[in-house]
């Protein structure tokens, strides 16, 4: 009497089909999606924020309010720039702040107490970033020490540098050249006084995502963080990568320098203690990924912007500030765990 003979199923059929049901359930599309384009979900935060905070208060929807919002976004949304490159290469710089009020300063003084012309500082200022992100590059490459370990360092050597430099005295804007103050000067936009700074803000945003996006180089900060070893493998210059990232955040705090000089009219020894806090909480928010290899400019920009809405919309519904570091604080945990579970999509 012939019997049909039944042949288990195979371990590697049934992790095959183990898999394809996984990747075909709402929730992991959903992940999928999200780590297919990054600036995704800080998009829908920023919506959502808006529409939340215009219900709950019509002042926030006023132009003078959309007028403010976006000028305290313009330092912070620069100096997040920076901080995104970095992050993008698995590092972090806990200086940005610190170098950007240290060039700011050499900026200023050298302007007013020196009689240097207002581009000749501007471009001093740029030589004092190029400076700050080489030796920064230099403790990460050549002596192979963490970049949070290499950056916390420094943010101690640019402070104290800045107040000798300095004297802790503030320069005002009035006794700077014009072209220094200039980044402040508004205009209207539907209703909207927008500053100059702004608008460099956004052109520099656009100048990063297109060079990230369109060039070798961008493909190639992109493959170090997601994996060193395996870029060096690959025949990129891991190190010189490195050291062209650093360079080029130095050269953006520069330019963050200049906005901030035209935000406050002034440039403070001061100025600045919540802002390396600040572009690392707009990157996080914004969807680029703590480990690296994953993100972009765009979703740092969304970032920022939800930092300023939640701060500007809880201002107005009268919450102290306490509990709107507290919320900010809530949001980047939320941040960084959607950002765990991202990275755990299927290849």
């Known amino acids: 009497m012939n019997q049909s003979v039944r042949t288990a199923p195979s371990s590697g059929s049934h992790d095959l089909a183990s898999e394809f049901l996984d990747r075909t359930t709402p929730l992991t599309r959903v992940r999928n999606t999200l780590h297919r384009y990054p600036a995704l979900s800080p998009a829908i935060v920023l ?25 305290q976004v313009a330092v912070v949304g620069t100096l997040a720039i920076a901080q995104t490159l970095i992050i993008l290469t698995a590092g972090i710089d806990l200086s940005v702040g610190a170098v950007m ?11 007013s107490q020196n009689g240097v012309p207002g581009f000749i500082g501007l471009l001093l200022g740029l030589v004092v970033g190029l400076a700050a992100g080489a030796f920064n590059a230099f403790l990460v490459t050549k002596f192979r020490l963490p970049p949070f370990i290499v950056t916390l360092g420094t943010l101690n050597i640019f402070i104290a540098l800045t107040l000798l430099y300095s004297a802790g005295a503030t320069v005002r804007g009035s006794e700077m050249p014009g072209v220094l103050t200039a980044t402040g000067t508004t205009f209207s936009l539907a209703g909207v006084n927008i500053t ?64 901030q000089i035209g935000r406050s009219n002034a440039a403070s020894p001061n100025a600045g203690a919540d802002l390396n806090l600040d572009s690392i909480t707009a990157v996080v928010i914004g969807g680029t990924s703590l480990f690296g290899g994953r993100g972009t400019v765009w979703g740092t920009l969304l970032g920022a912007l939800i930092v300023g809405v939640f701060r500007n919309g809880l201002s107005l519904a009268g919450l102290d500030v306490l509990w709107q570091t507290f919320a900010v604080g809530v949001l980047i945990i939320i941040a960084v765990s959607v950002d765990q579970w991202i990275r755990k999509v299927r290849k």
Request: hydrophobic residues 60%; proline residues 1%.
């Open 47 to 71: 919506v959502i924020a808006v529409i939340v905070f215009g219900l709950l208060n019509e002042r926030f929807l006023a132009p003078a309010n959309l007028s403010l919002i976006t000028q």
């Open 101 to 111: 009020v240290l060039t700011s300063m050499v900026i200023a003084q050298t302007t």
């Open 196 to 259: 100059n700074g702004v608008v460099l803000m956004l052109l520099l945003y656009i100048a990063v995502a297109l060079i990230l996006g369109k060039t070798a180089w961008g493909r190639h900060v992109y493959a170090v963080g997601d994996d060193k070893e395996a870029a060096r493998l690959a025949g990129i210059r891991v190190n010189r990568v490195l050291v062209s990232v650093y360079l080029a955040a130095g050269a953006i705090l520069a330019v963050g320098a200049w906005i």
